[in-house]
């Protein structure tokens, strides 16, 4: 079966620090990965999300970047954090369906709590 | 832009009864449809999805309901229980890739 994993799970960090998240998929090959940010009490928004290794498109400007050096690996990154990044981080994959049907499966999430 | 969205962001039930969460879509060209449950503090569950050539699928104690005519997606939970408080959102594949997701829909079960 296809496990998901995210960490950290919590993550404090100040203003103008550096950020890695890392997400993993184990038990399926080339997935589409997906990161999404959500705010507390808000819905998921779209950050970044890649069809395989390299390729990696962004949804919105903003102050991360996403890196994908392996297949089941999916990497958020930040140079230096703004307050404005704090939230509740969601990693996903998807089988590779080329269209429709695109159902995602989410990872448990990451806190992050810039200071 | 298009976007999906949901009409209450609150609905509170009692234990027992059923519970309707609705969502309406704006974009047309979605053919797929999914409802997904959050709870405090963890990743999305899938719990049913729908494809636009159906118009009703059950799953166990669930069953989503869309409405392609005025773009109207429906989750009814029957027989509430209070493990399913949690947000509910509602996603359109309507782009390849991507999901759009709509602010959700917090259920709250009274005992």
């Known amino acids: 079966s296809q496990t998901i994993h995210q960490w950290p799970a919590t993550l404090v960090q100040p203003v103008g620090s550096p950020l890695s998240l890392e997400c993993t998929v184990e038990g399926t090959s080339n997935p589409n990965l997906y990161w999404y940010r959500q705010a507390a009490g808000r819905g998921l928004q779209l950050l970044f999300y890649?069809?395989?290794?390299?390729?990696i498109s962004s949804e919105v400007p903003q102050n991360l970047s996403a890196s994908r050096p392996q297949d089941r690996q999916f990497i958020l990154s930040s140079k230096k954090l703004l307050l404005s990044d704090s939230g509740f981080y969601l990693c996903a994959w998807s089988v590779p369906s080329g269209r429709v049907y695109n159902e995602q499966f989410f990872g448990p999430g990451t806190r992050l709590t810039v200071l | 832009g298009e976007s999906v969205g949901l009409h209450l962001p609150t609905l509170s039930v009692q234990e027992g009864d059923n519970s309707i969460i609705n969502c309406a879509y704006s974009n047309s060209a979605s053919d797929y449809f999914i409802w997904y449950k959050q709870e405090s503090g963890k990743g999305p569950q899938f719990i049913i999805d729908?494809?636009?050539?159906?118009d009703k699928r059950q799953g166990q104690r669930v069953t989503v309901l869309l409405n392609k005519t005025v773009k109207h997606l429906s989750l009814q939970i029957a027989a509430t229980q209070p493990g399913d408080s949690a947000v509910y959102f509602c996603a359109e594949n309507g782009n390849d890739y991507k999901l759009s997701f709509g602010a959700g829909t917090t259920v709250t079960v009274r005992a």
């Open positions: 729908i494809r636009s050539n159906m």
């Open positions: 890649s069809v395989g290794i390299g390729q």
